[in-house]
């Protein structure tokens, strides 16, 4: 069924796809963070491609406390949601309170609804393609002192001290830049594109799209691809009976 937002007294929460395009974001759940009101997500690893905590309203029982995660009528993991395309999706529904009850007993802790994008009847055949690469790179490093600084600072504390100064040579060099060696410059790029339409009776999506992330720290050890393929079908077979038709890969 549906209802109008207006007719709805239940605790619910929306994100366009509009929004979540602007935001330009890499995952699904980076899309939802600070975005809703008691909905909480938390990372469990700053590497590309890694899986987030998401909570609504804090922690309601002990053991399992995500969310039922539906997409287009699929059941979806936390950990799975990240293998969605941000670029496909037309909105995002968020049911905090008891409206989540016709979801049964998995929706205790709150229902998250994702719908991707859908053609529209009676529109001629349109393509979207979209790119980016960039390079990433720490905003902030320290600044260090190189190896002779740190011995001439070494040196000056133990001659206060009234001790031998460790360095009879404070003029060694440079030395290892180790944020250097750490933080490296990492790539991100990513393709999406698609091809919506109808006719009288029906109406089509679909797109595909290719997403690489290197992270800064380990560099291609910590790497992440994405390979997507959306196909959504909606066919009018009746004034009163449509058949949809959602394939996510």
């Not at 009850?101 to 994702?114: D, E, F, K, P, Q």
């Amino acid at each position: 069924g549906t209802a109008k937002s207006k007719e709805l007294t239940g605790a619910t929460s929306k994100v366009k796809g509009e929004d979540i395009e602007k935001m330009n974001m890499t995952r699904m759940d980076q899309a939802l963070q600070g975005q809703v009101s008691g909905v909480t997500i938390s990372s469990n690893s700053g590497s590309p491609g890694g899986s987030s905590n998401i909570r609504i309203r804090g922690l309601s029982t002990f053991g399992d406390n995500d969310p039922l995660i539906l997409v287009d009528g699929i059941v979806y993991d936390s950990e799975g949601l990240n293998a969605l395309n941000p670029d496909d999706i037309a909105s995002i529904n968020i049911l905090k309170d008891a409206t989540a009850g016709i979801y049964g007993v998995r929706a205790a802790n709150g229902v998250i609804l994702i719908e991707t994008k859908k053609g529209e009847i009676n529109t001629a055949p349109k393509i979207d393609f979209s790119a980016y690469y960039g390079i990433q790179q720490a905003a902030n490093q320290l600044e260090l002192l190189n190896a002779s600084e740190y011995a001439v600072i070494k040196n000056n504390a133990f001659t206060n001290g009234g001790q031998t100064p460790p360095f009879p040579n404070t003029q060694i060099g440079e030395g290892t830049d180790w944020q250097s060696e750490v933080f490296q410059n990492a790539p991100i790029a990513n393709f999406n594109l698609s091809i919506t339409g109808g006719t009288k009776n029906s109406s089509y999506s679909i797109g595909g799209s290719y997403f690489s992330q290197d992270g800064i720290v380990g560099f291609a050890k910590s790497s992440f691809e994405r390979l997507n393929a959306r196909a959504n079908f909606t066919i009018k077979l009746a004034p009163k009976f449509t058949l949809n038709y959602v394939m996510l890969y």
